[in-house]
């Protein structure tokens, strides 16, 4: 058993995905976050001796609220954050590790997603639009799903799967706790970057993701996704509560809900006062 990595994953109203996941875990101890309406998975779970803990929250906290509980029970210099939905073979995960032990400023490591064109890349206050240098150009190369050659520093990688040094996470507050899904690993990035610490893709670490798979597809979860990736957002640009955009945005989602509700177009519709109850969360009780 691998004494220097801990492996975190979330679960929430979760399919039988994970146990793919965990093929290639056997050798790593592992943490789960019981998010709330597993109980059929968590039994079976129970039958894996490498899995040390099953924490059960009260509620559903959100992801990074819920890797942030995991963390307070990490005793590793590192740990590994995994979707379950993400399948990350046992070779990689050693590859990742070399990675962060070898380089004393890397905060993250991680592998090349070869079926997600967002795998790495700038941060988002870093546009398409913006003149860069041959660095910059490098790292906006996941706009094309291109596979680094060696490894390389990005400032951006997916929140599927992210190899942390424990040190530096609590160093920088952990994930933010304003975010309950989405963008928090965007922040994260953002506040190792400031601390000048790096995050570092590997080309010979590959993972496969089955993105979306991880939760069974109910309503609940279909708004959640829309009323979160609205949401955070506003949280990562510290978005002007009274300002008149917000107001602009406000009364754009209203009457797209209605002018597609007129239509029947009841799917549309849903979204559009997702998106509006969401931006008027953010107003006013946030």
Request: glycine share 2%; hydrophobic share 40%; charged share 25%.
């Amino acid at each position: 058993m691998n004494n220097e990595l801990t492996v975190i994953i979330v679960l929430y109203n979760s399919t039988n995905i994970i146990f793919e996941c965990l093929k290639s875990l056997s050798n790593f101890s592992i943490i789960i976050v019981d998010n709330g309406k597993n109980d059929k998975l968590l039994s079976k779970l129970n039958n894996y001796s490498n899995i040390k803990k099953i924490i059960k929250t009260k509620k559903n906290l959100g992801f990074g609220n819920a890797v942030n509980l995991a963390f307070d029970h990490i005793k590793t210099e590192f740990f590994l954050v995994l979707n379950p939905d993400l399948i990350l073979e046992e070779n990689s995960i050693v590859e990742l590790l070399k990675i962060s032990k070898a380089d004393s400023n890397c905060a993250i490591s991680a592998p090349y997603i070869s079926t997600d064109k967002d795998s790495y890349s700038m941060l988002p206050e870093y546009g398409k639009s913006i003149v860069r240098n041959e660095d910059q150009f490098r790292s906006s190369q996941m706009l094309d799903n291109l596979k680094p050659s060696g490894n390389f520093c990005a400032q951006v990688t997916k929140g599927c799967v992210l190899l942390i040094n424990s040190k530096y996470f609590n160093d920088v507050g952990m994930f933010t706790k304003d975010y309950f899904l989405f963008w928090e690993e965007v922040d994260l990035c953002r506040k190792f970057k400031k601390k000048k610490l790096s995050v570092i893709i590997s080309s010979k670490a590959v993972a496969f993701h089955k993105e979306g798979t991880s939760a069974k597809k109910t309503l609940s979860v279909y708004i959640t996704r829309i009323y979160h990736s609205e949401k955070s957002p506003l949280y990562y640009y510290k978005a002007k509560k009274n300002s008149i955009s917000m107001y602009v945005l406000l009364i754009k989602y209203f009457f797209r809900s209605v002018s597609y509700l007129c239509i029947f177009n009841l799917k549309n519709s849903l979204k559009n006062i997702v998106k509006l109850s969401a931006n008027l969360s953010y107003i006013f009780f946030d």
